[in-house]
């Protein structure tokens, strides 16, 4: 098995693509070993020393490391746990349970809109990077929204999240005033 790796704009994470599917549908973002509780996977690579957070992508895997590691000393380790995983057959998740999902009935048709642009516009071109932006909330003209994985401490974050989408949404949605992250 073969493993690709690929920087990202944050140079605190990486993306390694094993060749298939890891979270089909919505991304999952692991901040810490606790919130694992239905990915062995998740929890495996947060036993690797100085990794800080576990994302997956459809088809990637974005691990943050702390400032202070040197991917020269981690990446071997996590691309043998990653290869011993996948060639031992055991899935990513144990269940679905853990995947968040946002009630669409609650929402109002601006929110919709907005998660529709930001599903159908931003999402893909950040998920390219090693990353995912989660929609939070909008009140007041006020969209706040989380950055997952490599965009999540990104240098260039606050230049993505105002120029970029707040850009985008404001074309699309007239209702949209300002984007913030939380």
Request: net charge negative.
């Given at each position: 098995?073969?493993?690709?790796?690929?920087?990202?704009?944050?140079?605190?994470?990486?993306?390694?693509?094993?060749?298939?599917?890891?979270?089909?549908?919505?991304?999952?973002?692991?901040?810490?070993?606790?919130?694992?509780?239905?990915?062995?996977?998740?929890?495996?690579?947060?036993?690797?020393?100085?990794?800080?957070?576990?994302?997956?992508?459809?088809?990637?895997?974005?691990?943050?490391?702390?400032?202070?590691?040197?991917?020269?000393?981690?990446?071997?380790?996590?691309?043998?746990?990653?290869?011993?995983?996948?060639?031992?057959?055991?899935?990513?998740?144990?269940?679905?349970?853990?995947?968040?999902?946002?009630?669409?009935?609650?929402?109002?048709?601006?929110?919709?809109?907005?998660?529709?642009?930001?599903?159908?516009?931003?999402r893909p071109t950040v998920a390219m990077d090693g990353g995912d932006i989660e929609y939070h909330?909008?009140?007041?003209?006020?969209?706040?929204?989380?950055?997952?994985?490599?965009?999540a401490g990104c240098p260039s974050s606050t230049l993505t999240l105002k120029q970029g989408i707040?850009?985008?949404?404001?074309?699309?949605?007239?209702?949209v005033v300002s984007v913030e992250q939380i």
């Amino acid at each position: 098995m073969f493993i690709q790796t690929q920087q990202t704009p944050n140079p605190n994470s990486l993306k390694f693509f094993p060749d298939q599917k890891i979270s089909p549908g919505n991304p999952i973002h692991f901040s810490n070993r606790e919130e694992c509780t239905h990915s062995i996977l998740a929890r495996k690579l947060f036993s690797v020393e100085n990794v800080k957070e576990v994302f997956f992508g459809e088809d990637f895997i974005t691990i943050t490391k702390v400032n202070s590691a040197d991917w020269e000393v981690i990446k071997p380790e996590i691309l043998t746990m990653l290869m011993d995983h996948f060639v031992a057959g055991l899935p990513v998740f144990e269940s679905t349970a853990d995947k968040k999902n946002i009630e669409q009935a609650n929402l109002s048709e601006i929110e919709k809109q907005i998660i529709e642009v930001i599903n159908t516009k931003v999402r893909p071109t950040v998920a390219m990077d090693g990353g995912d932006i989660e929609y939070h909330s909008f009140k007041d003209g006020i969209v706040k929204l989380q950055m997952r994985g490599a965009c999540a401490g990104c240098p260039s974050s606050t230049l993505t999240l105002k120029q970029g989408i707040e850009s985008l949404l404001k074309y699309y949605i007239p209702e949209v005033v300002s984007v913030e992250q939380i």
